[in-house]
């Protein structure tokens, strides 16, 4: 009996104890007809028999052989890096690993401390006042933030939400999903064709249809890799009593404006997805999102918050904090219905930021711009392949091409590359991306070497003039 | 005896170790900061000073790993927190779902890259209906709190789509009910979806109040969201009755699956008349809880819902595994993270699957309720007072010491504290709210009896200790890296980030 | 400066403390001809400028990937075994892997007590009654009891051993190059060519030569898989006041007869290889070997040794012991001048025996019998195929081909096989194997299914028939 | 003040946990073992019992989980460890060398499916002649003392070949010497290969006595075995005339490589005259103790030993990697494992040494002095007496604590006991045997100055204690898992079985 540690002889005793005649006894209070018979069809046959471990590594080895670990080009909000041989090391030690939630403080320093020094680094990294322990993931981080926004801007008293199309489709989708149900509105931003930023213009449009809005988001870098007029947009919300949402890339902060510094007055809430800081791909999850936000709104912020307090003997310790916020004590009026977060997450981006340090964090984000521009040179010598947002990027590039990004795709695949996001193909395509622009986008982080980068760009523009002169001759045939 | 004569210092922060001239890494790429800025528009850089932590690599294992050391956790400590379902973790979900091809798939890469994972997917979707008896299941909410979300969206759509069909013969449906008992998140989440939340009574026994219920139904009634066995620790008998009246009313079942461990392969969720459920895999799935999470909290539906599960899900055709997306469920309530949740998570609970099977699912529920009432009887033998002494306990129960606070003053917390001197960590306290100074004590099927016999004799020392020296409790803990700790200066002064007094 | 943490300030600060001016004066007591000039050819230069963790770890992928990871049929002395996933990620906790040898015995108590049960666990499965903490292998341990019962064999006054040539071939090589020096001589037995176990006639003839010998070495399983008879040999060699060293497979004794309880009065000094207790097969290396021996011989075991013993409060706590036989007390007169011994390897023992117990071990050995005999009954089938030594084998057997086994081997490594031992090309092909009889040694443990050994059985006889036809039109045309 | 009122309790032993009617693994293959047992002669069976733990995984991971936190450890604790060079692991040595390729290959596979592991121990070989300067590497000892080992027999090796061409010309060669502060590993291999020790004096600097050494040299002189620096910390300056007094009477020089730490990329054996030489991997390479091992000891020789290395070592030709054995080098010494030593420990070396590279080594020596030189310096100006105050500081150096023990009654051993308390693991104690009641300090690169000045305080601190309450020391520790050990009854009523007694 896997994982099940009682003899024969000890089960026997327990029933005697309890005063049972059997385990199946035990259930006796599960009406008869309720119960599931184990030897009908409707019991749970489809499910195998259990395996041994031997039989189910050797299972999962062939599934993961399968997947392979491909050349990978994609971003997208998920972002390949080198993560420290230590890191998951330490992370996946059973003493974080296999504890709970810390509700007993006495007997989770270790936790605590970790999320107390995680906190100090987001807000720190983000130049905000306090952080949280943690979100799901950046996406849904989002929807916290603005529903965090519609309860902070009082003033305001609006429902809306100004959210530009430079912001990942796939975020606005699950901030759609989490928020539509209260009310609240995204009302979206249109982009500047030239420059995939946010077009000021329609944003200042958007003010006609109604006066107050409770927030605008902006995304930096923004999901077609341009970097936002950040302190612009941060003035420009501020003047209309609306507060800023930032929603950022946290290993592009290293060297770019941190959002408790745009503008004049820093954005009120900076949210995001901290995976970049030491979380592997693993098809999307599990990832962190970070918030954090301006000491006034501290009351506010959704999820869990550590602080740092005395104990008995007035040693400095550390505790879950403002839990009057939550569900477990605010139930029905609480800030979010967030419970369990991503804390092992949490511990394995503060190792991340703690290996790497200030120095080691610049140096990741600067070798993702070089190698970045690196890519962008070697493909410019194409002439088929064009950058309809420019050049001025952080570690993503859109590219058009005069063949389909799927099938570009689909043969870069069978090199073995993950070659980037067909931006056509989203799952909600953005209303402003053509569909028959063919655009690519293509992200490069520190991984790449120069001859994968070669490689790459040699690839991608074989393909490309491949299935270019593949649809020709087709053309000419029929 | 031994002599405490060294204060135990506290932990050194990890910025106390810092030094903003120290590079010690092998760990960033070699290259110039200011070439690569160059790239950068000047006004749109960085202008104020980044203050990471510049720590040798040697200090910041060492940091962490003794931080770790003062954590109690499953992997060191007997950890009965009644309704999180603490047991072993096995560690080949670690070290399998941890595989190169698992965790370098970007979540974009093409299907023909990824139908290793998309099967395993596959694979514990159909395993979840199975085991629950739903017609569907959505892997992608990220922990209970999320799947609960997802549950009672999916409700608010399938009424919004009904009163769209028909918008004469529905009614305004504005109601959750939810039981006095329920978890917190029950209610928060109620809310996020536009709900009004109306509580619900228990009986005596632990049952909901069947004649309250019937006066707080009507056409104004979307729903009710129950968990069974209850966060009481008992199995709510008359759970088809109360399908029924709900049903009849129009409204639909929501089933709360965090206590699913004690009747895993012995009834189905769907059996009962729910018609939404989610799962805590990292709870009767046994993946990690990581001091705090990931989660996974998947949901199952029954058909009438179908339309209406959130995506991405994994289909099956010829050609293989597909994304199954808003392109083919129109009526979806949307996504809930950006990809599929947290895929990770789901590996580990798929592994723990198959290494279970279906004979080992239902040995969880066998042993867990076995370990339960064994731990109730004998604390009961041992003259402890339970909330409920005539019931069966499901996977957990209620003790409750008002009896020693008003005799000796201690209270729930300082048996919990003191219990954390001797090496346990403390049941949950305080939880559920109904029932005074209560412990809800969760002993999960993987521990060993002798683990449980040795807990009711601590019990029984610290009861001894509650009276003749309460002050050993209410002063507890004295073995810990820290003594209690001021909750109250902690919301008051608030603390939350090292830099900000400083910066 | 990756792994030194000072700062320049600190350098500056540090040199001024001591008094120096740089670093380099404090090597001034170096003469300075002897200094390295590293601007010279004859520096350093050879050796590559330190890399980044990514590149290198990239740069180690790609040598793993190169060695794939094949189908293993080969043991010898090293197998192929199931090992629980939790074994290593325990193991390798940096509590037990960043530690020394257990000098402060207070600051070492979880190392200490592992060894404890690590010799309890021995001593239990060999069913001796002590166990020293380890040794470096198999090979060289069972010279350490080469060595051991020289001395300890006071009567025999001898230092002549019996050694039968079904004691693998490199074990005995070690021995030798460890022994020679002592002028102790090893006697080679000869093994029955029909059973491939020691000829006991042979064996007695050795006695004519000379009255005495120190000691018998019986393995069992022996080198080809065989089955020693253990019983009758202990009470031959007790019968000539030698003693008994048992050379045994760990595995094995789950289902053999564990030398404590062979022939009247058991073996003597029982050693081995722990290496299929948990350890990876990698390469051959690290591997442990154990030693474990009757209580009066304590004094005599080489290496370090744990003892239990109680603190100054009179609580159990446990101990290095018996130091006065080792090198750093007794220096030239120790038992061994083992210091640095194989503690990880030790503790990953202890761990796989805990998380296997009686009952899984057992399985694990009577799953080895099993596989072993269906892969001996698919080969059967071919008729080209011979068992010289019959079948009556643990998890290991000799098949005898009608080709050159070399030729075999390597096609087999083209589809990605590791087809087992060629017998006949052992860096010392032992005198009683003819290197013309095609011998091959092949191990089945529990780790293959079924397709597994018939896709080898297929395989191998298909490559034999193929060679063999091909040979033979060789021989046609020629 | 906190009150210690809960008595720690000894760790359980695993045995004692176990339950033979316990059967709770999915890691061993079903089946019947009665089946199997017929496939072997009835009376080859085993009769005794076997009485290994049956033990539940989450009992046996939680009890060695809890072990492990009982250790010092570099990952946790300071640990100046003389002579032992206690110094950071990089954990990307480790995960690397894990990978599957390296770990499931097997020893005998065919070297088309080698060429991975085989081109890394190449390139160690070579890496490590470079770094020493000799001409050829062996990596097969499987640490220090086997690599001594392998040297000797070498010395011996040569000499019979000598012998054996010019059986005339030849002396008896039967003596090694060996100074007094030698490692005891040195006079115990020189013993195993057959010589007869010759100990040699040192004088008050540290230095080999050279009247006396000219006075034991001879045509018995079959070599001399030295560490330089040597084990008391300092630098031998007379090395080159002790080579040539030693070589001009036809002996071989053999180096320790214990503490090469202390001089790479600094000064190379080679050229200091040595013919053979061992390296600690697990000291100066970095990998990992394990609590006593694994270690890995390579051996380096110069041209006139060449002929004489053990085998196998990995050669290249254009058809790639292969083995060179006793084929190609017929006057080896021959195999010392039964393949070619601590395989995975190499990897870990070579992966430091890639890590490092040849800028990396150098600062190893650089840093490794410079903490040692500051940490003498400044304990000699907390007037702590220093062996040899006069001499730098090699990676190591001798503290002595006579005048404390004089004074104070308090011995070298108390003050070690007293560190535990405070979280620094002791330095070696009482070795080298002939400086009286010494500590052997090796702080090694990876540790900051903050903590070599915390250590310092720590030591000033104890050695007031010692002035005022010496029996804080003579009793402690007091702060660890158990109070001091009685060793005397450890060797007196032996215990080292738990069965023994038992059986
Ligand atoms: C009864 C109950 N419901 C819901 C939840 C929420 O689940 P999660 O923490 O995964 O969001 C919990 C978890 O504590 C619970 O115990
Ligand atoms: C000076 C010296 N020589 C030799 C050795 C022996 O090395 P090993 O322990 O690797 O056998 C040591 C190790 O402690 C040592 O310090």
């Known amino acids: 009996m896997p994982y099940i540690p009682h003899t024969p002889n000890e089960v026997e005793e327990m029933l005697r104890v309890i005063g049972a005649e059997s385990i199946d006894d035990l259930f006796d209070e599960i009406p008869q007809e309720l119960r599931i018979d184990l030897e009908k069809s409707t019991g749970l046959n489809p499910i195998p028999l259990g395996k041994s471990e031997m039989a189910v590594q050797r299972q999962l080895s062939e599934k993961a052989m399968l997947d392979g670990t491909p050349l990978c080009f994609a971003g997208g909000g998920a972002y390949e890096h080198h993560i420290p041989a230590a890191l998951w090391e330490l992370a996946t030690r059973g003493e974080f690993y296999s504890a709970y939630t810390p509700y007993q403080a006495e007997a989770s320093q270790g936790t605590l401390q970790v999320i107390y020094e995680f906190q100090s680094m987001i807000a720190n990294l983000t130049a905000m006042d306090v952080s949280n322990a943690s979100l799901y993931d950046g996406a849904s981080g989002l929807a916290e933030a603005v529903l965090m926004a519609v309860r902070a801007n009082r003033k305001a008293k609006s429902k809306r939400i100004l959210m530009p199309e430079s912001v990942s489709p796939v975020y606005r989708q699950v901030v759609e999903t989490i928020v539509k149900n209260q009310g609240i509105t995204l009302e979206l931003i249109a982009i500047d064709q030239t420059t995939g930023t946010i077009n000021r213009e329609h944003a200042q449009q958007q003010l006609h249809n109604d006066a107050a809005f409770a927030a605008l988001v902006i995304p930096q870098p923004n999901y077609f890799g341009s970097l936002e007029e950040v302190h612009q947009l941060t003035d420009w919300a501020y003047k209309q009593g609306a507060l800023v949402i930032a929603q950022v890339n946290p290993t592009a902060l290293a060297l770019l404006a941190a959002p408790g510094n745009w503008g004049e007055n820093g954005a009120d809430i900076a949210v995001g997805e901290a995976q970049p800081l030491g979380i592997p791909l693993s098809s999307g999850g599990p990832y962190i999102g970070f918030i954090a936000c301006k000491q006034k709104l501290v009351r506010q912020l959704p999820g869990r918050i550590v602080g740092r307090t005395v104990d008995l003997d007035d040693k400095p310790g550390f505790t879950l904090t403002l839990q009057a916020r939550e569900q477990h004590i605010r139930r029905s009026k609480a800030t979010s219905n967030i419970c369990t977060n991503q804390g092992l997450l949490a511990t394995a981006v503060t190792l991340y930021l703690s290996f790497l340090g200030t120095d080691g964090l610049q140096k990741v984000a600067a070798s993702c711009v070089a190698n970045t521009q690196k890519l962008i040179a070697l493909l410019e010598k194409s002439p088929e392949i064009k950058f309809p947002f420019g050049k001025t990027v952080f570690h993503e590039f859109v590219v058009q091409l005069d063949v389909s990004v799927d099938s570009v795709l689909e043969r870069l695949a069978e090199e073995d590359i993950v070659g980037g996001i067909n931006l056509s193909q989203q799952q909600v395509a953005s209303q402003s991306v053509d569909a028959n622009k063919n655009q690519l986008l293509i992200c490069v982080t520190e991984t790449k070497t120069e001859e994968e980068l070669r490689f790459f760009s040699e690839t991608l523009i074989a393909i490309c003039s491949e299935i270019s002169s593949l649809s020709n001759s087709e053309g000419e045939l029929s | ?503």
């Not at chain 2, 950068?40 to 003794?66: A, C, D, I, S």
């Not at chain 2, 209970?144 to 549950?151: C, D, K, N, T, Y």
């Not at chain 2, 206590?259 to 046994?286: C, E, Q, R, W, Y």
Request: proline share 6%.
């Open chain 2, 1 to 503: 005896m031994s002599k405490r004569i060294i204060e135990q210092n506290a932990e050194t922060l990890i910025f106390e170790l810092s030094d903003q001239n120290r590079r010690s890494s092998s760990l960033a790429p070699d290259i110039d900061i200011n070439d690569a800025c160059n790239n950068l528009p000047e006004h749109l850089q960085r202008k104020k000073k980044l203050q990471l932590p510049q720590v040798g690599e040697l200090q910041v294992v060492r940091h962490y790993t003794r931080l770790s050391q003062k954590n109690f956790s499953i992997d060191t400590h007997f950890y009965p927190l009644g309704s999180c379902t603490m047991k072993y973790n096995p560690r080949v979900c670690n070290t399998q779902a941890q595989l190169a091809g698992f965790t370098s798939r970007h979540p974009m890469a093409h299907s023909s890259m990824s139908q290793g994972v998309m099967s395993c997917m596959f694979d514990l979707q159909n395993m979840l209906m199975e085991a629950t008896g739903m017609k569907q299941v959505s892997l992608t909410p990220m922990a209970g709190a999320q799947g609960e979300f997802a549950g009672i969206a999916m409700i608010r759509a399938y009424h919004d789509h009904n009163k769209e069909l028909q918008p004469d013969k529905e009614p305004e449906r504005s109601e959750i009910i939810v039981p006095d008992a329920a978890h917190g998140t029950n209610p928060a989440t109620a809310v996020m979806s536009g709900y009004k939340v109306k509580e619900i009574p228990t009986n005596d026994q632990g049952d909901i109040d069947i004649d309250a219920l019937e006066k707080m139904i009507g056409p104004q009634t979307a729903g009710i969201m129950l968990t069974n066995p209850s966060t009481l620790g008992v199995f709510e008998r008359k759970i088809k009755l109360i399908a029924d009246m709900i049903h009849k009313a129009g409204g639909l079942l929501y089933y709360d699956g965090a206590n699913l461990n004690a009747i895993l392969g012995k009834v189905k969720p769907g059996d009962m008349g729910f018609d939404v459920i989610h799962m805590n895999l990292h709870k009767t799935f046994s993946t990690p809880h990581g001091g705090g999470g990931p989660g996974s909290g998947p949901i199952g539906v029954s058909e009438r819902l179908q339309p209406f599960v959130p995506v991405p899900i994994v289909g099956r055709n010829e050609q293989g595994y597909y994304w199954i997306t808003e392109k083919q469920l129109p009526l979806s309530i949307g996504r809930l993270s950006a990809w599929m949740g947290n895929v990770g998570i789901l590996l580990r609970a798929y592994i723990y699957a198959l290494l279970l099977g279906r004979n080992g699912m239902v040995r969880v529920a066998d042993f867990a309720t076995l370990n339960a009432n064994y731990l109730l009887k004998r604390l009961m033998e041992a003259d402890f007072e339970m909330a409920f002494p005539e019931r069966r306990a499901s996977n957990e129960f209620i003790l409750t010491l008002r009896k020693e606070a008003k005799e000796y003053g201690t209270t729930a917390m300082d048996f919990a504290k003191r219990l954390l001197d001797y090496g346990y960590h403390a049941p949950t306290t305080y939880f559920p709210l109904l029932v005074p100074e209560c412990f809800l004590i969760e002993p999960t099927e993987t521990e060993s009896r002798d683990d449980l016999d040795a807990f009711v004799e601590t019990l029984i020392k610290i009861r001894d200790e509650a009276e003749q020296s309460p002050n050993l409790l209410k002063d507890a803990p004295f073995e810990l890296p820290v003594r209690r700790l001021d909750d109250v200066k902690a919301a008051r002064e608030l603390d939350l980030n090292f830099y900000y007094s400083k910066c």
